[in-house]
């Protein structure tokens, strides 16, 4: 593939602003079809509930007395009429609850999604849209009308930051878009879908740095104390505070309660009535 690559840049209105470079070593790899094939069937068996279930002949109910006598009859032999050829016996070698899931190296998963976003960069169908600010409420109808106006038939997938939940919260209601954030991007949704839509921010984030690293930490948006902590978690350090306050109030009576009685006990020892017999007392 060749060395430079770019994607039509888009504003918030599905204007062309012009194009903008992607990075060769994300999107202009040769696709390891290979690879992605094992991510794909790894990430769809992971799906899979893995609930489905029959009954032996054990745990049928019935079938525990011999259903006639072993010879003289002149019919086939049967122990049980829970036994598999019987009708409503039970299953030989049927299914039973199990877990699908399969370990992928990361950098397999790393390497299939290159190999996608590198087709889908190879076949034009990554757009990029300069930003989402401009949208100060998440409006499905936005949404339809940026797909209308840059002329994005079929399946997308979005991909955003963390930060640009309005545009998420406006596709998120469109049956034929999967929107996620930058960190849930995977192979299949990159594969499944026909368009890939990025913000600028998001891209130039994820060419940069990758997810995870200090690089990626550095330039992530500043988030003030107000958005990270929740109404919960507020709760939770408002009640385990109260409860400090009061076991330092209890801790702070014991106290004083045990200075109380160590200074009577002084005094009593100290008191020359309290040293009289009781005959002298009285």
Do not use: C
Request: net charge negative; proline share 4%.
């Amino acid at each position: 593939m060749a060395d430079k690559l770019t994607a039509e840049l888009y504003s918030a209105d599905g204007k062309v602003q012009g194009t903008i470079d992607l990075n060769p070593d994300i999107f202009g790899i040769d696709p390891n079809v290979p690879v992605m094939h094992q991510v794909v069937t790894a990430q769809l068996a992971a799906a899979r509930a893995g609930t489905h279930s029959t009954k032996t002949r054990a745990e049928v109910r019935g079938g525990g007395r011999k259903p006639w006598r072993q010879k003289g009859l002149g019919r086939a032999r049967h122990g049980s009429i829970r036994s598999p050829q019987w009708a409503g016996g039970g299953v030989a070698h049927g299914p039973k609850p199990r877990d699908y899931s399969q370990r992928t190296p990361k950098k397999m998963k790393r390497l299939a999604l290159r190999s996608a976003l590198s087709a889908r960069a190879a076949d034009d169908q990554i757009k990029v849209v300069e930003t989402f600010d401009v949208w100060e409420a998440p409006k499905t109808k936005n949404a339809i009308a940026l797909l209308d106006a840059m002329g994005i038939t079929g399946k997308v997938l979005l991909i955003a930051e963390d930060s640009e939940r309005v545009a998420i919260k406006s596709f998120r209601n469109l049956g034929h878009v999967i929107a996620s954030n930058l960190g849930q991007a995977n192979t299949y949704d990159v594969l499944w879908a026909d368009t890939i839509i990025m913000s600028r921010g998001t891209l130039d984030l994820g060419q940069s740095a990758p997810r995870g690293t200090a690089e990626h930490a550095a330039g992530a948006p500043d988030v003030t104390v107000d958005d990270a902590v929740t109404k919960d978690d507020a709760a939770e350090a408002a009640a385990a505070q109260e409860l400090a306050d009061e076991l330092a109030v209890e801790q702070a009576e014991a106290e004083a309660l045990a200075t109380a009685e160590t200074e009577a006990a002084a005094v009593e020892a100290f008191d020359p009535i309290a040293t009289d017999t009781d005959g002298e007392e009285a």
